[in-house]
């Protein structure tokens, strides 16, 4: 069965940094788009940033544009989303997804989903 595993949330100060990751198993990783999501309580789940299975296209939600940085290691079936100059408002449990051969910037893109980690920005 597909598994994706994310790792790396935490508690951080407003313009410090994280770096999370998502390990794959189970689906052909190298064929797969990845996307990074968030939710914040009592919203619903966001787009953050998508990688193409090349790697060549990347992109980003308006709000994290400049901050995020998504990469992926095609050889260790891994996908990371740095995050830098962190906010308050980025406060949100965040979601490692794949979806067959898509670039997109929807939920309805992606067919597998990660349980998700907590990232707290404090002010």
């Not at 998502?22 to 953050?48: D, I, T």
């Not at 193409?52 to 290691?73: E, K, L, M, N, P």
């Not at 979806?99 to 404090?122: C, F, I, L, P, R």
Request: charged residues 15%; proline residues 2%.
């Amino acid at each position: 069965q597909v598994q994706l595993v994310e790792s790396g949330g935490g508690l951080v100060q407003a313009g410090g940094s994280l770096r999370l990751s998502c390990a794959a198993s189970g689906l052909p990783f190298s064929m797969y788009g990845m996307g990074w999501f968030r939710q914040a309580p009592g919203k619903e789940r966001e787009f953050v940033a998508t990688i193409s299975w090349t790697g060549a296209i990347t992109y980003y939600a308006d709000s994290v544009r400049g901050r995020f940085t998504i990469s992926r290691d095609n050889a260790n079936r891994t996908v990371t989303l740095q995050m830098n100059s962190l906010k308050p408002e980025d406060t949100a449990v965040y979601y490692c997804a794949a979806g067959d051969g898509t670039n997109s910037g929807s939920v309805g893109g992606y067919d597998h989903w990660g349980q998700g980690t907590q990232v707290t920005v404090s002010s």
